[in-house]
């Protein structure tokens, strides 16, 4: 889809907004989702979440002790019955889809899972919003690997073609195009559902730790004084702290209320241009936080899943309609990520209130620098 004359919304995140909303987020354990929960409790929304237990031990939704300030509801959104009920129970007004099986490299070796948790999990997910009252607004996230990716060296637009090669990609690509399905037939722009779709860029951030992704890889070797091990330390990725996506997210949503041109968009939100950067970059930045670090490329069979090299996005869009952008540089994005994990290791009580700290610093930036 294109850029629509018209719609020009401004970029805010206000808590009169959010104050008492009835917010019901699915994936709500996992690292992205704790991280919105949070915020959602911050800003005064009755928050609901949907979810399986947390998959990683240490995980962000214990050890920032999400559920204390919501309801939580452990269940599987390929449990359409399930998922059902409990939309029905909370009745939200507002509908943040996150629920998904994350990683490129599990989806080789679960490739079902992946499928049946990505795709039918969204198909799930919005036929049960047909038959709940009252919702208002859904904002359903998949991923910037929806991009067929050709390698070169543009970012990647909203309508830019759709693909993947291995199956987490394919399957977020799978799903765009059932939401698209579901927006023409079931969820007409004069209707009382308004839907966005968001892609968001590589995310870092305090609280991860996720199988094969290098920042967790990297604090877990370090706090056990091993090397790093780097698959791919010159591929470039549009690297972003978990706070700038998730800005986007409660952007996009309040914009939905406003706009009903935005009904069915796609919205990228990523680093500004120039922000890309390598594995090796990343890890040679982030060391500076942890004494007497190391890291050594990893090699791999010659019959190792394929992974991306490069991959870039363009948030125009979001720019120009939203009149969102990134809000941290590079730097700022792994000092903040260095520092959450430092305060974890050196006491990991009071994580809940360092990452309350560090949302209201970014809230801060956002206003100092009218953003």
Not at 9 to 14: T, V
Not at 44 to 63: I, R, W, Y
Not at 269 to 292: A, C, D, M, T
Not at 300 to 316: G, I, T
Request: one cysteine or more; glycine letters at 6%; hydrophobic letters at 35%.
């Amino acid at each position: 889809m294109g850029f629509r004359k018209g719609a020009l919304a401004r970029m805010e995140i206000k808590p009169a907004f959010w104050s008492g909303k009835r917010v019901f987020v699915t994936g709500h354990t996992g690292f992205k989702g704790s991280w919105l929960s949070l915020w959602l409790q911050k800003l005064g929304a009755e928050v609901s979440g949907f979810s399986l237990s947390p998959f990683t031990e240490p995980n962000m939704f214990k050890t920032a002790q999400v559920c204390d300030g919501m309801n939580s509801i452990l269940g599987d959104v390929r449990d359409f019955a399930a998922l059902l009920d409990a939309l029905k129970r909370v009745e939200p007004e507002i509908v943040v889809h996150m629920a998904a099986q994350p990683l490129v490299r599990y989806s080789y070796d679960h490739p079902i899972e992946t499928y049946s948790t990505n795709v039918m999990g969204s198909v799930h997910l919005l036929e049960a919003i047909r038959r709940v009252e009252g919702i208002s607004q859904v904002l359903v996230v998949t991923s910037d690997k929806c991009y067929e990716n050709a390698e070169w060296i543009w970012g990647y637009r909203e309508n830019d073609r759709l693909g993947g090669t291995d199956p987490y990609s394919a399957s977020k690509s799978a799903a765009e195009m059932l939401v698209h399905s579901h927006v023409k037939s079931f969820f007409p722009e004069n209707g009382l559902v308004r839907l966005g779709i968001a892609r968001a860029g590589n995310v870092i951030g305090g609280g991860d730790w996720a199988a094969d992704r290098i920042v967790p890889d990297c604090v877990r070797a370090w706090a056990n004084a091993d090397d790093a091990l780097l698959r791919n330390p010159h591929s470039t990725r549009p690297w972003q702290h978990v706070l700038e996506p998730l800005s986007g997210y409660l952007t996009l949503s309040t914009a939905l209320r406003m706009d009903s041109q935005l009904h069915g968009e796609p919205f990228n939100f990523g680093p500004r241009p120039g922000e890309n950067h390598s594995v090796i970059e990343l890890v040679q930045e982030k060391s500076k936080y942890w004494p007497s670090v190391k890291w050594q490329k990893m090699d791999q069979p010659l019959d190792s899943p394929k992974e991306s090299h490069l991959l870039r996005l363009n948030c125009d869009k979001a720019q120009r309609l939203l009149k969102w952008q990134a809000t941290l540089s590079f730097k700022e994005t792994v000092k903040m990520t260095s520092e959450w994990y430092c305060h974890y290791y050196e006491s990991p009580d009071p994580i809940r209130e360092v990452t309350f700290t560090q949302i209201r610093q970014y809230e801060t930036l956002l206003q100092d620098r009218k953003l």
